[in-house]
């Protein structure tokens, strides 16, 4: 017992569980009373390699048994033939249909004991030798199907063999996935060869002249597996009823030995004519095929039969093929009928459906067949039945990224791989993955795949989650390529639009709205010029592009702007990734290249805005609170004042961008706007203020006093546009023991180094500090003390200094005196018992000069967004005179916000809803209707554009459609801003 106890040790050493195995390798005479025989120890290691070494064992134990005499000679192959070894037991350990046919016709395996068990040149030769009589002629009938089941089978026992050995005999040459699919796929060709012989010895009548074989599906483009239907179109001549019987007899022939020929995918399907004629074909193809038929035709060509007829039928079809995203909802039918699949998987299966499910083959399929239909339209490189060699074409002409291209091609090996060891097994047609549980099954599959344990996992938990791994990233890039919005742009783009060079295309520019299409040709040829993967992405962005564009106001501008931020951008590896893979990127570029100039500037120099464009989410999801965080922390990290006022230019640039992004696309209301930008010029001059303040105080080695910042105008009021300055005031405090003077002298040289850093020239918008506010204007100092301010406004204060100081706010440094600053500035704006007779006269008088002194010369008061009627002048002037008024008793009346002034005029009862309501919509329409103006035209503006591009232009950033007439907007506009004057008319003069 002892004795059979260390036997059976030592046989599942080899990787055998059968209680029979002993017995069996003692029968080979590899195994004797001291257990393994040295001489046979190869075999053994051999077989321990083997996929299932049972099955194997088990095999080579029925071909002894059924060919007792040839045994010796086989064993002495298996014991010095390496290659032959590897190739036999690779076989016999991964299936067991082939195991039933070598036990079956032992003599077999002598097939696999030359240099190359396989040639697929010889393939038909091979098949028709069998089948030949002595004198020539072919066997016909029942016959001829079991010579030629048996000559199909050893030929796939050879191919499997070449495919197989390498995972017993590590080392083995072996042929890659891609091989494998092509030699089954031309077995497969010559057999329908060989059936179509027979079938035509049967009939008495030749293909020649009479019948054509297209091959379709995975034979079309050669990259069948070891069970797999094949889809054929058969292409008849004159005499349709001889070639019909040829085709049938054929399909009985082949069928009957070797596999199914599916006739499917003829016009009308199973219901339709089996063997048309070369015009009846092509009469369907034009009038009533569907969508999917294109898509099967694609991986069409000839195979058998009369060579010129099948050359004629591919010659007809690819014009057809390679026009069919012209098709109204191409693109749509597509998905349609990949989501119509996928929905016919049970739903016991979904996980374990190598073929039609989520992350399975037809996911590959689908998508690179749909990018081959819609770009191959004018790229013949993308052409290919392969599937494979499509995805590396779809791939190195940037139609997909390099590395998306690499993932997907190498899951579908991988899964395609599965498949065939799958198929293996019993030899036949399935595409389910084993269940987790069955760990069995999970072993042996591994093991024929060539997985090994790792990590503490064994080879089959390792292969489920490789298989896990691979669906996964199959579904996401499925999802990225096959319902990319930019495909429907492009498909919707006809196809003579797609040849960007041609005469044609410069009329159809012109057609488009294109000023200059010479020019915008001159721009496109510069950016698709050359064979670089950067001109090939362009190529397949431009047509849709140019599309795009054309329905922007001003496409000539968006066309060049897009060369110009091509050009500044050509280092950026991710840029043209960008475009192409997020279809809303390109459609929102487009949008805002054709409508604002700021917005190109910006965008060459803070490109990463434009990895939000796609999620808009991101686009406005930063609260001006964290951006200013942000700011203040990247400046502060900076080593001097020099690199910390670069690093602000460079975080507001992005931040404007970013803003101004949102506001075009219609994202973020105007009051959002304003707050986003008066909070990034908040942090700037806090930034700028922090590293001057340091700087300053370094070199003077103390702290002569404390300076604070207080924000004036729109900048206190958190309105700031895309143009405006920041209107400031600079207090200082001396510190213990220092002057005055000292402290004056030092708090000014700090402001004048953070007025002169921000408002050096640079190709953003300016950074203008502007403190002309301070009392005595210009002609006073920048810097005062907290005492003198007090002084000043006690004694010299002037009632438009009282109205200035409303939207006075601390902004930046010291927060102690700041807050104390704007406490003393109470009694003066918001003086105890408001204002007299006297001063409201006076600031009737002042409001009354500054808009006929201000006014430029020759504006229209009725478009004029700052000064004119019902512009932003007349409804703050309004409010602040309120404020002034009535400000000392309503609490809520003491804000720097207009808007939040002119609800607080409404609640306190001042002036009635519907006033109120035409005030705010005046003021929020001007103030917009101002950035739009700056985003327009790259610069600040007030008055409105009277006709043209730049007026269509605003009137499209105001939310109007491209078709609706500027006019319109305009005519609002005077309407609401006429009706908000007559308001102010009454409010600021009358009450």
Same mark, same amino acid.
């Given at each position: ?350 996980? $374990?459906?190598?073929?039609? %499910?989520?992350?399975? *083959?037809?996911?590959?399929? @689908?998508?690179?067949? #749909? =990018? /081959?239909? &819609? ?92 298989? $896990?791994?691979?669906?996964? %990233?199959?579904?996401? *890039?499925?999802?990225?390529? @096959?319902?990319?919005? #930019? =495909? /429907?742009? &492009? ?101 805002? *290249? ?7 500037? #910006? =965008? ?388």
């Amino acid at each position: 017992m002892a004795d059979r106890a260390r036997l059976t040790a030592s046989a599942a050493r080899y990787g055998f569980t059968d209680s029979r195995a002993e017995e069996q390798l003692r029968a080979a005479g590899w195994w004797d009373t001291a257990g393994p025989s040295a001489a046979a120890s190869d075999v053994l290691s051999a077989l321990s390699r083997a996929a299932d070494p049972d099955l194997a064992l088990r095999g080579l134990d029925r071909i002894r048994e059924a060919d007792g005499a040839g045994w010796t000679e086989l064993d002495e192959a298996l014991r010095e033939n390496r290659t032959f070894r590897g190739r036999l037991l690779g076989v016999l350990g991964t299936s067991s249909a082939l195991v039933d046919f070598l036990a079956a016709n032992p003599p077999s395996w002598h097939s696999l004991t030359g240099k190359n068990c396989t040639d697929p040149a010889c393939y038909a030769e091979l098949l028709m030798k069998q089948l030949r009589r002595p004198d020539g002629t072919l066997i016909t009938g029942n016959e001829a199907e079991q010579v030629l089941r048996f000559a199909y089978r050893e030929l796939i026992l050879g191919i499997a063999a070449a495919d197989l050995g390498h995972l017993v005999e590590p080392g083995l040459e072996h042929p890659h996935y891609v091989e494998v699919a092509s030699q089954l796929t031309q077995l497969a060709e010559a057999a329908l060869i060989v059936g179509l012989a027979v079938a035509e010895a049967e009939v008495g009548a030749k293909a020649d002249d009479t019948l054509a074989v297209i091959a379709m599906g995975k034979c079309g483009g050669r990259e069948l597996n070891y069970v797999s239907d094949v889809d054929v179109i058969f292409v008849g001549g004159a005499d349709l009823a001889v070639s019909t019987r040829l085709a049938s007899t054929m399909m009985r022939v082949v069928g009957n030995a070797c596999f199914e020929v599916d006739a499917a995918l003829r016009p009308e399907g199973k219901s339709g004519a089996l063997v048309r004629t070369l015009d009846g074909h092509a009469g369907y193809y034009k009038k009533w095929a569907k969508t999917w038929e294109f898509q099967a035709l694609l991986k069409a060509r000839p195979v058998a039969g009369d060579a010129e007829l099948g050359r004629q039928y591919s010659e007809m079809v690819a014009p057809l093929v390679w026009s069919a995203a012209d098709r109204d909802n191409f693109v749509a039918e597509v998905q349609q009928m990949r989501r119509r699949v996928e929905g016919h998987v049970p739903s016991e299966h979904a996980e $374990r459906e190598l073929k039609l %499910g989520r992350g399975g *083959l037809r996911d590959v399929e @689908f998508a690179v067949q #749909l =990018l /081959q239909l &819609v770009h191959g339209r004018i790229d013949p490189d993308l052409r290919s039945p392969s599937t494979m060699d499509a995805l590396a074409a779809l791939g190195e002409g940037g139609y997909v990224g390099r590395q998306d291209s690499a993932e997907l091609g190498a899951s579908y090996e991988f899964l395609r791989t599965v498949e065939h060891r799958l198929q293996l097994r019993r030899l036949r047609r399935t595409h389910l993955f084993p269940e987790a549980s069955d760990l069995d099954e999970l072993r042996i599959l591994a093991r024929a795949i060539g997985v090994r344990p790792a990590g503490g996992k064994s080879s089959g938990e390792v292969l489920l989650a490789e298989f $896990r791994r691979h669906g996964q %990233g199959i579904r996401k *890039l499925h999802e990225k390529l @096959f319902y990319r919005p #930019l =495909l /429907q742009s &492009v498909a919707n783009v006809p196809t003579e639009a797609l040849r960007l060079t041609t005469k044609q295309a410069a009329s159809r520019l012109a057609a488009l709205g294109y000023a200059a299409p010479d020019g915008a040709l001159h721009h496109i040829k510069a950016l698709t010029a050359g064979v670089s993967r950067r001109a090939a992405i362009q190529n397949a962005l431009l047509p849709v592009l140019l599309d795009l564009l054309a329905d922007t106001p001003d496409p000539d501008r968006g066309l060049l702007s897009y060369r110009k931020v091509s050009e500044a951008l050509e280092d950026t590896p991710w840029y043209l990734r960008v475009l192409r893979d997020e279809g809303a990127v390109v459609e929102r570029l487009a949008f805002l *290249l054709g409508t604002s100039r700021l917005v190109p500037d #910006l =965008l060459a120099r803070a490109p990463e805005v434009l990895q939000l464009l796609g999620d808009p989410a991101r686009l406005t999801g930063r609260t001006p609170a964290e951006v200013a965080t942000s700011l203040r922390a990247a400046v502060r990290r900076q080593p001097g004042l020099n690199a910390s006022v670069a690093a602000a230019r460079s975080l507001r640039r992005h931040e404007m961008l970013r803003v101004a992004c949102a506001d075009l696309l219609g994202l973020l209301d105007v009051q959002r706007v304003c707050e986003a930008l008066s909070s990034v010029w908040v942090a700037v001059l806090q930034g700028a203020l922090a590293t001057a303040n340091r700087q300053r105080q370094a070199e003077l080695g103390r702290t002569p006093a404390a300076i604070a910042v207080i924000g004036m105008g729109r900048l206190g009021g958190a309105e700031l546009g895309y143009g405006s300055d920041a209107d400031v005031l600079f207090v200082c405090e001396p510190t213990e023991g220092v002057s005055d003077a000292d402290a004056v002298r030092f708090a000014s040289s700090v402001a004048e180094t953070v007025r002169k850093m921000l408002g050096a020239p640079s190709l953003d918008p300016a950074l203008v500090v502007d403190a002309d506010l301070r009392p005595e204007g210009r002609s006073g100092p920048l810097v005062r003390t907290l005492e003198s301010y007090r002084a000043y406004y006690a004694r010299w204060g002037e009632v438009w200094e009282a109205q200035a100081l409303l939207r006075a706010r601390f902004i930046a440094g010291d927060a102690d005196l700041g807050e104390r600053f704007v406490a003393m500035l109470d009694p003066v704006r918001y003086p105890d018992g408001g204002l007299d007779a006297a001063r409201v006269r006076e600031i009737r008088r002042i409001k009354a000069r500054v808009e006929t002194e201000r006014m430029p010369k020759g504006a229209d008061p009725t478009r004029h967004t700052k000064l004119g009627r019902g512009g932003l002048a007349d409804v703050e002037w309004t409010v602040q005179l309120f404020q002034l008024r009535h400000a000392h008793e309503v609490d809520a009346l003491r804000t720097t916000s207009t808007l939040e002034a002119l609800a607080a005029l409404e609640t306190a009862g001042f002036v009635a809803v519907a006033e109120v309501e035409s005030l705010t919509e005046a003021w929020l329409l001007a103030t917009r209707v101002r950035n739009a103006g700056m985003l327009v035209r790259g610069k600040a503006v007030d008055e409105i554009p009277s006709s043209g591009r730049d007026l269509t232009a605003v009137a499209r950033v105001l939310g109007y459609a491209s078709d609706d007439d500027p006019g319109e907007f305009l005519d609002t506009y005077r309407r609401i801003t006429r009706r908000a004057h007559t308001v102010v008319e009454r409010l600021f003069y009358e009450s």
